[in-house]
T-cell receptor
Framework: QKEVEQNSGPLSVPEGAIASLNCTYS??????FFWYRQYSGKSPELIMS????GDKEDGRFTAQLNKASQYVSLLIRDSQPSDSATYLC?????????????FGKGTSLLVTP | DGGITQSPKYLFRKEGQNVTLSCEQN?????MYWYRQDPGQGLRLIYY???????QKGDIAEGYSVSREKKESFPLTVTSAQKNPTAFYLC???????????FGQGTRLTVV
């Protein structure tokens, strides 16, 4: 089975620090990668999308993709208590004659004041 | 307002009953998805549809059924064959098969 793997955490960082979240995937053919944030009891919201190797920055967030290592990461600079949430890595994987978004189990992030 | 609407937000069902969860989008997206989330777990794919009148099973399709008769609608039926249906159900849509997906607010189903 094609998989998306994340450390479940919790990852605890102090306010103002950099939080680093990691994800690996098994399907070498995957071409689309996403990070979602999910607050408890709410639906996921898209933070970043990345399609090519390298870094992509958006405000305090940086997504990094390395297709050779099948690895995607999310850096959150100047972490704030409001960043405390579960972060879900998602990868488009081909199965059953179509592409679908497959999710990791998520990493819980706690930013302490 | 453009977006994805799931209804109802909360749903209670007696054992042995079928129930249908609604998902409507006005984003003109081609692809739509249904996921299930259990406490402390990630999202597991139930069914997805890339175009109207076509859909594929995901990883946990047993006990569920869907239809895609209109581009904007992708209802999910939880049948009595689903052994453990209590969960948070999330519908999503995307422009294409490999682009970012956006979610509705979810339906929390409880079997009583």
């Amino acid at each position: 089975q094609k998989e998306v793997e994340q450390n479940s955490g919790p990852l605890s960082v102090p306010e103002g620090a950099i939080a680093s979240l990691n994800c690996t995937y098994s399907d070498r053919g995957s071409q689309s990668f996403f990070w979602y944030r999910q607050y408890s009891g709410k639906s996921p919201e898209l933070i970043m999308s990345i399609y090519s190797n390298g870094d992509k920055e958006d405000g305090r967030f940086t997504a990094q993709l390395n297709k050779a290592s099948q690895y995607v990461s999310l850096l959150i600079r100047d972490s704030q208590p409001s960043d405390s949430a579960t972060y879900l890595c998602a990868v488009n994987i081909y199965s059953n004659s179509g592409y679908a978004l497959n999710f990791g189990k998520g990493t819980s992030l706690l930013v302490t004041p | 307002d453009g977006g994805i609407t799931q209804s109802p937000k909360y749903l209670f069902r007696k054992e042995g009953q079928n129930v249908t969860l609604s998902c409507e989008q006005n984003l003109n997206h081609d692809a739509m998805y249904w996921y299930r989330q259990d406490p402390g777990q990630g999202l597991r794919l139930i069914y997805y549809s890339q175009i109207v009148n076509d859909f594929q099973k995901g990883d946990i399709a047993e006990g569920y059924s869907v239809s895609r008769e209109k581009k904007e609608s992708f209802p999910l039926t939880v049948t009595s064959a689903q052994k453990n249906p209590t969960a948070f159900y999330l519908c999503a849509s995307s422009m294409g098969a490999r682009t970012e997906a956006f979610f509705g607010q979810g339906t929390r189903l409880t079997v009583v």
